[in-house]
């Protein structure tokens, strides 16, 4: 039992307890090509909060790891079988309802650790943030937190090199052999400024890829998923102690 993952502690645990910092896990189940399982970013995304929450609560930051919300946006994806989108307006309900249990509780730093691209939680944080002034919320996408290349040979985004090292690592008996896994071929936009990202639509999934990744993942190898995740975790437990350690009232330097 870890007393700083919510499922697994009790009330006699918990009832007395100082809480500074509530971590969310929030991920995705969709197709990760073919050799992935459904429920990818949601095991990558647990596996690094409960990790990194390990690190931080041994310095003694006071801090709990709620469930992680096993849905995310798939707007995209609508056509690809029993990938579950969650709407944005879905995700915004979702989160006003935990903030406001974690404001009556007096648990005011809020952080949620995001593992899926099509999440994107800036603007609703800033909603979020006029609803409840006396909370500081914020967000972190872990896949952000280190430099592709400093890990591995090809880059891509889903279900890629990256994702499926990691998961060899992780989760290996859910990873089919690379042999079964398509090449994640991904089509680019036509309209040049989409690709160079400073304009922005969302893509239209099965007209990108046909084996529903982007990247890929004949490179991948246990060791370098290993190396990945532990640079994450470190980043991360960082980051947790840090929002532990900072008061809101005093937030800039
Ligand atoms: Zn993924």
């Not at 680019?188 to 982007?214: C, M, P, Q, Y």
């Given at each position: 039992?870890?007393?700083?993952?919510?499922?697994?502690?009790?009330?006699?645990?918990?009832?007395?307890?100082?809480?500074?910092?509530?971590?969310?896990?929030?991920?995705?189940?969709?197709?990760h090509n073919?050799?992935?399982?459904?429920?990818?970013?949601?095991?990558?995304?647990?596996?690094?909060?409960?990790?990194?929450?390990?690190?931080?609560?041994?310095?003694?930051?006071?801090?709990?790891?709620?469930?992680?919300?096993?849905?995310?946006?798939?707007?995209?994806?609508?056509?690809?079988?029993?990938?579950?989108?969650?709407?944005?307006?879905?995700?915004?309900?979702?989160?006003?309802?935990?903030?406001?249990?974690?404001?009556?509780?007096?648990?005011?730093?809020?952080?949620?650790?995001?593992?899926?691209g099509?999440?994107?939680?800036?603007?609703?944080?800033?909603?979020?943030?006029?609803?409840?002034?006396?909370?500081?919320?914020?967000?972190?996408?872990?896949?952000?937190?280190?430099?592709?290349?400093?890990?591995?040979?090809?880059?891509g985004g889903h279900a890629d090199?990256?994702e499926?090292?990691?998961?060899?690592?992780?989760?290996?008996?859910?990873?089919?052999?690379?042999?079964?896994?398509?090449?994640g071929?991904g089509?680019?936009?036509?309209?040049?400024?989409?690709?160079?990202?400073?304009?922005?639509?969302?893509?239209?999934w099965?007209?990108?890829t046909?084996?529903t990744g982007i990247g890929?993942?004949?490179?991948?190898?246990?060791?370098?998923?290993?190396?990945?995740?532990?640079?994450?975790?470190?980043?991360?437990?960082?980051?947790?102690?840090?929002?532990?350690?900072?008061?809101?009232?005093?937030?800039?330097?």
């Amino acid at each position: 039992m870890k007393p700083f993952i919510l499922s697994e502690t009790n009330w006699k645990s918990l009832k007395d307890r100082e809480i500074d910092l509530a971590v969310l896990p929030w991920g995705a189940t969709e197709a990760h090509n073919y050799h992935l399982p459904f429920a990818t970013d949601n095991i990558m995304v647990e596996k690094i909060a409960a990790e990194s929450a390990m690190i931080a609560w041994d310095k003694g930051s006071r801090l709990i790891i709620l469930p992680t919300i096993p849905f995310g946006v798939n707007t995209g994806q609508l056509d690809i079988k029993l990938n579950i989108n969650l709407n944005p307006s879905t995700e915004f309900a979702i989160l006003n309802d935990i903030a406001d249990v974690l404001n009556r509780h007096g648990i005011y730093k809020f952080l949620i650790l995001n593992g899926h691209g099509g999440n994107d939680f800036k603007q609703i944080i800033r909603e979020l943030g006029a609803r409840f002034p006396k909370m500081f919320i914020c967000c972190c996408n872990w896949y952000q937190s280190f430099s592709n290349s400093d890990f591995f040979e090809n880059d891509g985004g889903h279900a890629d090199e990256m994702e499926t090292s990691v998961m060899q690592f992780l989760s290996p008996e859910l990873v089919l052999p690379l042999d079964e896994a398509g090449n994640g071929m991904g089509k680019k936009f036509i309209i040049k400024a989409l690709n160079e990202k400073w304009a922005w639509a969302e893509r239209k999934w099965s007209k990108v890829t046909t084996d529903t990744g982007i990247g890929n993942p004949q490179k991948a190898t246990r060791e370098k998923g290993e190396k990945c995740i532990n640079e994450v975790i470190r980043k991360v437990s960082d980051l947790m102690i840090e929002l532990c350690n900072t008061k809101i009232n005093n937030m800039y330097e």
